[in-house]
């Protein structure tokens, strides 16, 4: 093992985002896992629960105290809301320096934390070491309409589609492949908690209805816009093709991308670009794995960020994946 190796914790780690960073983490060539808590795996071994992981590690149940004693350069909390605040006091406390990056929507309101959508924020990052990643539905809904929101003439309503996996792993209707079956399952259609997420970061009203279907994951984000001037379709792309250059995690396609060919991957799509004939009305199609770029890849961009490391450094195919 390599001297150089940062230690990363991974809180929550029994969960779908906790999985996936795991399996990220191991094949990272400057990373280490330093430990994974669960408190309903712990002893069990890792490899037994997670695929494509064949180490050693086993879950361990740490309170907050003892992920703090732990001395992780840094730790990624992948907790449901509400639940962070005892770990981040701690960690205050006993190990300031360490780098936490929270999944949950708990500091993405809160100033103090750097907000992490790297294709929207990197700009403004300021050596932070408490950072919050974005929300799923979040994320795609601000690399829809950020191109476009200097001549928008109206909120964009955006109709989002989830994977179930987005639900977690605590029962619900939403996570219920039973009630799923045949079925698209309509929720919160206003108020939704990434509807506030993506009017504060775009600096824009914006309109969300969310709906989980019977897929476990990825999302597709429709956004109908509404332009102060006529444009064409051509011109509309080239722009999201000018943002997105250069972004191996965010590519541009002509047709609307499909769900079923985002999941597994890293990146997110936007295409579609269908014009209304007055040219002012624009639907704009997102995909992206809720649990990959919606939650564990943006996080490893984000770790990465603040580790001092490139920002795609172990995340498959990220070259590959560039807008041409
Ligand atoms: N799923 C998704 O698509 C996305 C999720 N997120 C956010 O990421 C976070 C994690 O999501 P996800 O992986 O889906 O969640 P899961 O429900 O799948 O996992 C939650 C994890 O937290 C642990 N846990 C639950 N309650 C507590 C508690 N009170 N104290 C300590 N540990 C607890 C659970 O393990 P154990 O009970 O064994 O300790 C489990 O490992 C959430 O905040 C979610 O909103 C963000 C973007 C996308
Ligand atoms: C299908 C489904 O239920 N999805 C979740 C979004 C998951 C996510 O990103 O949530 P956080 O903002 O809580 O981190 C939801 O709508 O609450």
New binding site residues.
């Given amino acids: 093992m390599a001297d150089d190796r940062k230690t990363i914790g991974i809180v929550g780690a029994r969960g779908h985002t906790g999985a996936e960073l795991i399996r990220l983490i191991a094949a990272h060539p400057h990373l280490e896992p330093a430990f994974v808590s669960s408190r309903e795996l712990a002893g069990r071994r890792v490899a037994d629960h997670v695929d494509g992981y064949a180490g050693g590690l086993r879950y361990e149940n740490l309170d907050a105290a003892a992920v703090a004693a732990k001395g992780a350069d840094a730790v990624v909390l992948a907790l449901?809301?509400g639940a962070a605040a005892p770990y981040v006091e701690a960690l205050e406390a006993q190990a300031p320096e360490t780098v936490i990056v929270d999944?949950?929507?708990d500091h993405?309101f809160d100033g103090a934390w750097y907000y992490g959508l790297p294709e929207l924020t990197r700009g403004r990052y300021r050596g932070e070491r408490r950072i919050s990643n974005p929300?799923?539905?979040?994320t795609a809904i601000q690399l829809a309409v950020a191109p476009l929101k200097e001549v928008l003439a109206a909120p964009p309503a955006c109709f989002g589609v989830?994977?179930?996996s987005?639900?977690?792993t605590t029962p619900?209707d939403?996570?219920d492949p039973e009630k799923l079956r045949d079925n698209l399952m309509p929720?919160?259609l206003v108020g939704?908690?990434?509807e506030r997420?993506a009017t504060r970061q775009l600096g824009l009203p914006v309109e969300f209805m969310?709906h989980?279907a019977p897929h476990f994951r990825g999302i597709t984000l429709t956004a109908n816009l509404w332009l102060q001037r006529p444009m064409t379709a051509e011109a509309i792309k080239a722009r999201y093709r000018e943002r997105y250059a250069g972004e191996p995690l965010v590519r541009v396609v002509d047709d609307a991308p499909w769900v079923s060919r985002i999941a597994g991957r890293h990146h997110a799509e936007i295409g579609g670009f269908a014009v209304a004939q007055d040219g002012k009305r624009v639907v704009v199609v997102a995909t992206l794995d809720?649990l990959l770029k919606?939650?564990a890849t943006q996080a490893m961009q984000n770790l990465n960020l603040a580790l001092g490391l490139p920002e795609t450094e172990g995340i498959p195919a990220a070259a590959e994946e560039a807008t041409p």
């Fill in positions: 449901p809301n999944l949950s929507a993405r929300g799923c539905y979040a989830s994977g179930y987005g639900a977690g619900s939403r996570n929720y919160q939704h908690m990434h997420e969310p989980v809720n919606g939650a």
